[in-house]
Structures are given as C-alpha cells and as structure tokens.
C-alpha cells in the first residue's frame, strides 16, 4: 500500500513541473508526511534563478500565513498556563489604554476573535505593505463581531502584542523558546537568512523578476502574522507534532500531550467560523487552520478562487477531514494540510509572486494522490484557466475605467489637489504633490521617496494610479487587488475647495476618507 501510494507521489512531477511552469514558480520544495512517517521530498527549480542553484529540504522559504497556526498555539501555551483565557478580552490583557476606533469593537474583541477572524475589520494591507516590499507603518501602529469570516492580518498581529504583553518576551523570543527549540526546528526562526530562498515576481512574458527580501520579520509590523521563515523539513516536524498533540487532546480530553510544548490544539482546532459560498458549510476557519469535510472545495484563503469561475471539489468519494491553510507574501507562497485520521500531511513551499498559487494547486494534487481519489482533478488546467485570467486582469481594468469614464470633463487646477491626506487616525497618509515628469501629479504613500506613482486624471476629480502588470509585480505589489484600488476620488467642500479624498483600498468595505492636513481641524 505504501509502494503505491509513494508511485502516486512520484507519477505528479511532470504535473508539478507544468504547475510551476504556468504559473511563473521558479523553484518549489514539498514533502509529505504519511502514518507518522516522512513518505516524499521533492524539490524543483531553482532557489536562486541567477545563480542556478535549486532548493533542498533545508532551503528556507518565507511562509506568510501559515505563520498564523505558530502564534495561535503560543497564545495556546499562555492559555494552559493561565496567564489568559480564550474568550479574555483584548482590552483586559493589553491595559485600558488599548482601543480600536470601534468603541464596540473596544468592549467586545476577544482573543478567539482575533485568532478566528470574528473582528470584522478591513484587510488594509495596503496601509502597511508598500512598493518593494517596504513596511509603511510601524510595529507600534498594530493597535489602532462578525459570524462568518473576514480574513484579515491584524487579528492575528494584535494577538502578537498579547503575546508580548503577558509574557514580557518578544513574539518571536516567545515563540523560538516555547516552540521551535522544543520541536527541533533548527532552521526556522523569524529573520532574514543566508539559507533563504530568493524571493521573485514573475513578469508576463515568464521571464523572472528578482524582488528585495521582505522585511516583515521579528520585531517588525505584522511580524505575528506573516515573520517565519521555515523549510520543508521543518514545518513536517511541525506538522507531525500537531497532529500528534490534536489527535491525543481528543482520545483523553485533556488540554496537553506529555513531552509535548504544543498545547490546548483540539481548542484551537474547534473554533467555529464559517466561510460564506462557495466554501460553507462544509468549512470553517479555526484559529490558524481551515477545517474542511472532504468532498468539498479548498483553497478558501489562498488567491485561486479570485481568478477561477468555480474551484474544483477536491476528494470526491472520500469523507475525510481536513486542516489546511495558505500563505502569501511578494514574493512566496506556500500551502499546508494536515489530515489527522492517518497521521498525514503535505507542505509546499514556493518562491514566486505568480500569476496563481501555484503552492496550493500542488498541495490539492497531492492530497488527492495520498487519497487515491479515483478520478482526481485535472490541476493543469485549472493552473492554466487562473493563470489567463490573472493575465487577463490588469487589461481588464483598463477597459472598465474606459467604459466608465464621464467624457469631456477637465480637473480643477491641479495644485488645488496638492497637500497631505491622512486617515482618520493619523497614521497613514497620502501625500498628493505635483510631478515634472510628466507634468502633472504623483501620488507617495507616506510621504516616501520609495512609494511613489503617477497620477492620472480620469474624470471629474477623480484621478487614477493604475499601471500595468509588470511595473505592479516589479515592484513587489500583489497583483489581485480590484480596479476600485487604483481610484482617488477627491471631493469638494460647497465652496469648491478640495478638502478629502476617498480611497477604496480594501475590497472588503467601503472607501475610506482621507483628510487634507490644512481642514484637519474641520474633521
């Protein structure tokens, strides 16, 4: 059986090579974990491009989200510990000086809550990632209820802050000396390595781009969500213990395993937050990890969905269950599955800002060769169908603001425009100024000499940044967000003097205003 299961493995490398080749992954590195047992490596590519090096088991990749499942059973260790409890709330443990802008929010978060997405807070990513990978706000800018999912990485970084405040340790001290020396995690740790696997944008040709190391790391901003950089052979160290701590939790309903760090896993595991069409009801986010029944559609928090009309149902014929999740930064992606009832699991890790999550369509694939789905999906095609539509995306947008735009109409003087636009809490600003070349105005998030983009008047007092694929990726920028990003709405006081401007930054709620410093007092 295990020969068999292991041919099923092997016969997926030319599928994993196309995968890679379509989507624009130059070097991809997984492992599976079956009964207990490291059942497959494999490694493909090139780790680093330029230098033709390919990755090993022990290359580092950064792993973006699935960092989320680490601080989620530290905050687990100080649970056990009773240092808090899961339904403490925020304000309790971070002191009464701790507020969101929501006083609602203020009175009712938990830490469950900001562990499972229940906050009900906006994405705002790009409040705090910039060109190039840069970090536009500060770790200290972290602290500023919903039913179903609303993905989002502050929860998971203001559950950092807990972290901090209660131990008096930094995330990533905490997390090293109560997680990834106890598992043995030797090359897995929240810094910038010389081991690390290059990060790349790919461009629409295929040719690679080489992108600066992103700087999301322990002691930064969203370090809590996104800070670790592990490799293949280590996160199936963390996996195998996982499924060892969760699985015996369950059999003797206590909240530890002995000679175990991993604590309280079956709670983490058993939160309920479920995910609207096309994923519920047969998944839910816990606090770190999706749940799934399988037959059932994957990838709820990867960027599939976003270019596919319908996501496969992966494990038709079987009635499994399922823990996954994905992560992404600029220039990585990367994919996890734990399956408990066989003491199974799949990594894959990648260095790559696609034009698909490359990660997660391998991880499906080999999920269901460890099944033995009978009639598995073709994950060929779908790379090839959310790759052309990727492609397809930013002339997209481009066509839909022409077919939008009011024509004949002229912008006021454009130093009318000029100032300093700050959000409501004065963190964040845009600063709108003239331009040479070419004449007439750019756009610098923060201020900064780094974050600079041209401005281009649409209609009325309605300017566009848009670019082109290319120049977005080139400059570390996630490619999926929704043309409503690319829109400065200014608006006018009655008197005509332009004092705010809108700014839909987050697909997932409305346009936030944006104050011009001189009418702040008028706010």
């Given amino acids: 059986m295990a020969a068999q299961t292991l041919q099923r493995l092997y016969d997926l490398r030319d599928t994993i090579n196309q995968i890679c080749t379509i989507s624009g992954t130059p070097g991809l590195s997984y492992g599976v974990l079956h009964e207990g047992q490291i059942l497959q490596r494999a490694n493909f590519?090139?780790?680093?491009?330029?230098?033709?090096?390919?990755?090993?088991?022990?290359?580092?990749?950064?792993?973006?989200?699935?960092?989320?499942?680490?601080?989620?059973?530290?905050?687990?260790?100080?649970?056990?510990?009773?240092?808090?409890?899961?339904?403490?709330?925020?304000?309790?443990?971070?002191?009464?000086?701790?507020?969101?802008?929501?006083?609602?929010?203020?009175?009712?978060?938990?830490?469950?809550?900001?562990?499972?997405?229940?906050?009900?807070?906006?994405?705002?990513?790009?409040?705090?990632?910039?060109?190039?990978?840069?970090?536009?706000?500060?770790?200290?800018?972290v602290v500023a209820h919903n039913t179903t999912v609303h993905y989002n990485n502050w929860g998971c970084a203001l559950a950092g802050e807990l972290i901090e405040k209660v131990s008096g340790e930094s995330w990533s001290s905490y997390i090293n000396k109560n997680l990834l020396v106890p598992l043995q995690m030797n090359n897995t740790d929240s810094t910038v390595g010389s081991m690390d696997a290059k990060p790349y944008a790919v461009l629409d040709h295929h040719s690679?781009?080489?992108?600066?190391?992103?700087?999301?790391?322990?002691?930064?901003?969203?370090?809590?969500?996104?800070?670790?950089?592990?490799?293949?052979?280590?996160?199936?160290?963390?996996?195998?213990?996982?499924?060892?701590?969760?699985?015996?939790?369950?059999?003797?309903?206590?909240?530890?395993?002995?000679?175990?760090?991993?604590?309280?896993?079956?709670?983490?595991?058993?939160?309920?937050?479920?995910?609207?069409?096309?994923?519920?009801?047969?998944?839910?986010?816990?606090?770190?990890?999706?749940?799934?029944?399988?037959?059932?559609?994957?990838?709820?928090?990867?960027?599939?969905?976003?270019?596919?009309?319908?996501?496969?149902?992966?494990?038709?014929?079987?009635?499994?269950?399922?823990?996954?999740?994905?992560?992404?930064?600029?220039?990585?992606?990367?994919?996890?599955?734990?399956?408990?009832?066989?003491?199974?699991?799949?990594?894959?890790l990648a260095n790559s800002l696609s034009m698909n999550d490359a990660a997660d369509w391998v991880g499906q694939a080999l999920l269901e060769a460890l099944l033995d789905v009978e009639e598995p999906n073709d994950y060929v095609e779908h790379a090839k169908d959310s790759a052309n539509a990727h492609l397809a995306k930013f002339p997209g947008m481009q066509?839909?603001?022409?077919?939008?735009?009011?024509?004949?109409?002229?912008?006021?003087?454009?130093?009318?425009?000029?100032?300093?636009?700050?959000?409501?809490?004065?963190?964040?600003?845009?600063?709108?100024?003239?331009?040479?070349?070419?004449?007439?105005?750019?756009?610098?998030?923060?201020g900064l000499a780094s974050q600079i983009w041209s401005l281009e008047h649409y209609h009325l007092d309605t300017f566009l940044w848009l670019m082109s694929r290319d120049e977005a990726v080139s400059r570390a920028r996630f490619p999926y967000s929704p043309e409503t990003l690319y829109k400065l709405d200014f608006q006018t006081s009655d008197q005509g003097e332009v004092g705010s401007l809108l700014w839909a930054h987050d697909a997932d709620g409305p346009p936030e205003r944006f104050y011009k410093a001189s009418l702040s007092a008028d706010r």
Wanted: glycine content about 8%; some cysteine.
């Fill in 45 to 141: 590519g090139y780790a680093d491009v330029e230098a033709q090096m390919p990755p090993t088991s022990d290359t580092r990749y950064a792993i973006g989200s699935l960092n989320k499942a680490f601080t989620a059973a530290a905050i687990g260790c100080l649970v056990e510990d009773g240092k808090m409890a899961w339904d403490s709330r925020a304000r309790d443990v971070m002191g009464e000086g701790f507020h969101f802008s929501d006083p609602d929010l203020t009175r009712k978060v938990s830490v469950a809550d900001m562990l499972s997405h229940r906050m009900g807070i906006q994405r705002s990513n790009q409040l705090w990632h910039g060109n190039d990978n840069m970090l536009l706000l500060g770790k200290d800018d």
């Fill in 208 to 348: 690679f781009h080489a992108l600066p190391p992103t700087k999301v790391q322990g002691g930064t901003i969203m370090d809590a969500s996104q800070g670790v950089r592990s490799t293949v052979n280590d996160m199936l160290k963390w996996c195998e213990a996982l499924i060892k701590a969760y699985t015996n939790e369950q059999e003797t309903r206590r909240t530890s395993t002995a000679e175990s760090p991993l604590k309280q896993i079956s709670k983490i595991m058993s939160g309920i937050t479920p995910f609207a069409e096309p994923f519920g009801p047969q998944s839910s986010y816990r606090m770190g990890w999706v749940h799934a029944q399988l037959p059932t559609i994957l990838g709820a928090v990867g960027c599939n969905p976003a270019f596919m009309k319908n996501m496969p149902v992966v494990g038709n014929g079987k009635d499994v269950d399922v823990f996954y999740h994905q992560g992404s930064m600029a220039g990585y992606t990367a994919s996890a599955f734990l399956i408990p009832s066989t003491r199974s699991a799949i990594v894959v």
């Fill in 399 to 446: 066509k839909s603001f022409e077919a939008n735009r009011i024509q004949g109409t002229e912008p006021k003087q454009l130093d009318a425009y000029v100032g300093k636009y700050y959000n409501t809490i004065g963190d964040f600003h845009l600063d709108i100024a003239r331009s040479q070349q070419p004449e007439g105005l750019r756009l610098a998030f923060q």
